[in-house]
C-alpha cells in the first residue's frame, strides 16, 4: 500500500515537472472550435479545419443570382479539402451548392461561381458557408447584401 502511494506520487511529481511552471496560460483549443463529427484530440492544435469564404459576390440574372465566391483551404491536399460552398437563407434554407470535386492544393485562395440559384423575392441578405470534406460545415462565413435595384 505505501509503495502504490509513493509510486502516485512520483507519477504526480513527474507529469507536473513535464507540464512546466511557467506562468504563461496557453488556451484550451476545444473551446474556440466549431462542432462537427471530429473529435477536438483528433486535430492538430493550430490546424485549420474548415475552409474560409473570403470574398463572395451576388449578381442578379434573368434565371435567379449569380454567385462567384473566393474561398481560402490552405490546408488542401488530395487527402482532404474545401469541397463545397452554399448559398444559405437566415432561416437556414439551402438555396444552392456548388460542389468542389477535387483540391485546390496549388490554387490558393481560389474562386469558383454557381449560375441561376433562385433566391425568394423577400430575402435580402444570404450567408455563403464552406465545407470541409472531413469535417463538413464551418469555417469563416461571409453575410451578402442582395442589390435588388
Known amino acids: 500500500m505505501m509503495v502504490s502511494r509513493l509510486l502516485l506520487a512520483a507519477s504526480i511529481?513527474?507529469?507536473?515537472?513535464?507540464?512546466?511552471?511557467?506562468?504563461?496560460?496557453?488556451?484550451?483549443?476545444?473551446l474556440s472550435v466549431a462542432p462537427s463529427s471530429v473529435a477536438p484530440s483528433s486535430v492538430a492544435v493550430g490546424e485549420q479545419r474548415f475552409p474560409?469564404?473570403?470574398?463572395?459576390?451576388?449578381?442578379?440574372?434573368?434565371?435567379g443570382w449569380d454567385f462567384d465566391v473566393t474561398v481560402s483551404s490552405p490546408y488542401d491536399s488530395a487527402e482532404r479539402y474545401a469541397d463545397a460552398w452554399r448559398v444559405v437563407g437566415p432561416d437556414g434554407a439551402v438555396?444552392?451548392?456548388?460542389?468542389?470535386?477535387?483540391d485546390h492544393a496549388e490554387e490558393q485562395p481560389f474562386t469558383r461561381s454557381l449560375r441561376g440559384v433562385e433566391i425568394p423575392s423577400e430575402l435580402d441578405v444570404v450567408v455563403v458557408e464552406g465545407r470541409d470534406s472531413s469535417n463538413g460545415w464551418g469555417g469563416q462565413a461571409m453575410d451578402i447584401s442582395l442589390d435588388r435595384g
Open 95 to 102: 438555396l444552392g451548392v456548388r460542389e468542389l470535386l477535387h
Open 52 to 63: 474560409d469564404v473570403i470574398d463572395a459576390v451576388a449578381t442578379p440574372a434573368d434565371d
Open 13 to 30: 511529481a513527474l507529469l507536473a515537472a513535464a507540464c512546466g511552471s511557467s506562468s504563461t496560460t496557453t488556451a484550451d483549443p476545444t
